[in-house]
């Protein structure tokens, strides 16, 4: 059974730091991606960033790129999302997904998180000075 569990999430101020965590359990031998999504009240739900098992393939959406990072740990069965330069259209509520799949290349893949059959609980950034 695949469980996954985000973590991490907290009060910020804008310019500030802040690294997520996503504990994955089930997959056999950690293959595969993992990515971050968020959701922000009465807006949908959009992907933030993305990596494969073999870790060279990751995708960000255009609101990442240059500011958050995304990684495996050491213990592969951890995802990291770095997250730096945080504005306050970054507050949402950040969710892990998982699934048997090499990130996509295009967002449109994306839409919707259908490709991700496994969802974590999500955890609260909230950027405000």
């Known amino acids: 059974q695949v469980k996954i569990m985000e973590s991490g999430g907290n009060l910020v101020q804008p310019g500030g730091s802040l690294t997520l965590s996503c504990a994955v359990s089930?997959?056999?031998?950690?293959?595969?991606?993992a990515a971050w999504f968020r959701q922000a009240p009465g807006k949908e739900r959009e992907v933030v960033a993305c990596?494969?098992?073999?870790?060279?393939?990751?995708y960000y959406a255009d609101s990442a790129k240059g500011r958050f990072t995304v990684s495996r740990g050491i213990v592969k069965n951890v995802v990291y999302l770095q997250m730096n330069n945080l504005t306050i259209e970054d507050t949402a509520t950040y969710f892990c997904a998982a699934a048997k799949v090499v990130c996509p290349r295009t967002e449109n893949y994306y839409y919707g998180g259908a490709l991700f059959g496994h969802w974590g609980q999500g955890t609260q950034v909230t950027v405000s000075s």
């Open positions: 990596i494969s098992s073999d870790e060279d393939n990751r």
């Open positions: 089930g997959f056999v031998e950690h293959y595969y991606g």
